[in-house]
């Protein structure tokens, strides 16, 4: 089993991280998918996805739980049966599983030099302490999208904007944390987070 990670940022809170190698055959044969779960993945196009939602399953029996545990609400966001707190990324050949008793969020993201090309969509404030001649620029532009689509994910608020409601506070590259704040009509709204890069993606988990 190509469980590639697993951290523990406090006593509530869990993060696994799965580096996808096994095919889709490999990966179907070992779990039990509710129906409307193996119709969505059969109706998948692309079998990248397919294995992406699939290891997102063995996550969860990492935790413990089975694809039946798992709902999603109105807005997208999933939860657990149990209370818990679940949030679920996957890029590429990783995918993660945040579990905790907090509010959490998580991304991963493969780390692209034509993230710069969109830049300007996703960043206001942090362009103020971003240098575009730095030799690390693009690794610290896909650690502020993988903030703020795990803010994103954590805030589940129909409206949220990336540029204008997410803002992340300077970090260094030798950092592991940094604090970022939701500013939404009119309150503020404070996050711890936690960051690592591997094998060329960026992954990013902010918690409540």
Not at 61 to 83: Q, R, S, T, V
Not at 145 to 171: A, D, N, R
Request: proline share 3%; glycine share 4%.
């Amino acid at each position: 089993m190509p469980l590639y990670k697993t951290i523990v940022p406090n006593s509530q809170t869990t993060v696994k991280i799965w580096k996808i190698n096994e095919s889709y055959d490999d990966l179907i044969k070992d779990i039990t998918l509710k129906p409307n779960s193996l119709e969505r993945v059969l109706g998948m196009k692309s079998e990248l996805h397919q294995r992406g939602f699939l290891s997102v399953r063995h996550l969860l029996a990492e935790f413990g739980y089975e694809d039946a545990d798992l709902f999603y609400d109105e807005n997208g966001k999933p939860h657990l049966k149990d209370g818990k707190n679940i949030s679920i990324t996957h890029s590429f050949n990783f995918s993660a599983v945040i579990v905790s008793d907090l509010i959490i969020g998580i991304d991963i993201e493969k780390q692209r030099n034509k993230i710069s090309i969109i830049a300007h969509k996703f960043i206001d404030y942090e362009f103020d302490y971003l240098n575009e001649s730095e030799s690390y620029y693009i690794n610290k532009l896909t650690i502020i999208w993988c903030v703020k689509e795990s803010l994103y994910k954590l805030f589940c608020t129909p409206g949220l904007s990336f540029k204008q409601h997410c803002l992340v506070i300077p970090f260094a590259m030798e950092d592991d944390d940094t604090i970022a704040w939701i500013d939404y009509e009119e309150k503020k709204y404070r996050y711890n987070i936690n960051f690592l890069e591997f094998e060329g993606f960026t992954c990013a988990y902010a918690i409540a």
